[in-house]
């Protein structure tokens, strides 16, 4: 799918601010994008990463990731995206998934403090580019006043 058109279509979706608002941008996003495997987003609490909404075949046993650990604690410790295009060759990976080759993490932000991520694993290789970062970072935005992580 066009980015331009996701970008409105959970524009639309967050704006009815529902309950599973949240829930359904996830859907919406693994549906949507066919190397977008599994879709899920973390939330910070207590200097550790909580799953909350998730989409994909399978639940992970990595439901609670201390920060700093792994791609997911990486990317909470610095604020920085982390893009790994093939995570059989980075060792801070922690695996949830046999058909995982590739992953891309974004922090999603309130007041420039990491209040939580998205978290997306592809079963394709080197599956992420510079623009998913860049669409991820303004759903990111958009997900920030939905994310309650106190
Ligand atoms: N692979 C992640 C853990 C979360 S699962 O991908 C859902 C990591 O290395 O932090």
Known sequence: MDYDDAKEKIKHI?????EQSVQQV??????NFELYSWVGIYVVKHNMLYLGPWQGDQATEHSKIPIGQGICGAAA???KTEIVSDVHSDNRYLSCFISTRSEIVVPIKKN???IGEIDIDSDTKDAFTKEDDLFLKEIADMLSEHIHNQ
Do not use: E, H
């Open 14 to 18: 967050l704006s009815k601010n529902k």
């Open 26 to 31: 996830v859907d919406f996003l693994q549906s």
């Open 77 to 79: 410790k610095t604020g």
């Open 112 to 114: 420039s403090k990491t």
